[in-house]
């Protein structure tokens, strides 16, 4: 997935170091990304890295926030925001993550899921960077979760809330399953899996209201 530029100004230097972060650590992980490699393959002075940052956690914390913003815009202006119907916005975010899986694991993985795999135990800060940055996105779903409910008159024991956040769940752990299997093929159909569930899901709840 290409990220676009967010349009708040930026010292180039910085950007040039966050691209390069969001690319090294979904092709090697947090541990493995170096600052003399992140240094070098951004074509920048090891002095100038410290300038914008005290340390490899803090360009850690920095690069989730610059893939929330980044990410955030890319998915604003996706097409399925275009449909009338919330249940058919949410089918679309499906379809539209969807085609997002191809080719290799490191152009469509999730950047703070990457990173939270590592770092939970040992860097609280990256955690909850991660964390917020993937509860955010999930956010960004509860509206239509919740007026599709409204507009089929369900009632259950379960909330948009939790929903979405399972909707992150399933497509982070086929990021994982990806990796495990070089290839985005079981990725795609764990996402199948999960437009299923949701379309039985409402289903079902529509025939007992």
């Known amino acids: 997935m290409t990220t676009p530029t967010p349009s708040r100004a930026m010292a180039p230097a910085r950007k040039k170091l966050l691209d390069t972060a969001l690319t090294v650590i979904r092709e090697k992980g947090y541990g493995a990304a170096t600052v003399d490699e992140l240094c070098q393959r951004a074509g920048t002075a090891k002095g100038s890295f410290f300038h914008h940052f005290a340390d490899k956690q803090a360009l850690g914390v920095a690069a989730v926030a610059y893939w929330s913003e ?16 919330p249940l058919d916005r949410i089918m679309g975010y499906i379809e539209f993550r969807r085609a997002l899986l191809a080719g290799d694991a490191a152009t469509f993985s999730c950047v703070a899921g990457t990173m939270v795999q590592e770092t939970y135990r040992t860097h609280p800060a990256l955690r909850a960077a991660c964390g917020a940055s993937i509860a955010g ?50 990725a795609v159909c764990s996402v199948d899996h999960l437009r299923r569930y949701i379309e039985l899901l409402f289903a079902k709840r529509r025939r007992k209201a």
């Open 137 to 186: 996105h999930a956010r960004t779903l509860e509206a239509d979760i919740e007026a599709a409910m409204k507009a089929r008159g369900i009632r259950g024991d379960w909330t948009a809330k939790g929903l979405a956040l399972h909707m992150q769940a399933v497509l982070q752990g086929a990021f994982v399953v990806a990796k495990a299997t070089d290839g985005a093929q079981i």
């Open 70 to 85: 980044t990410t955030g815009a890319f998915f604003e202006d996706a097409p399925y925001h275009r449909h009338k119907d």
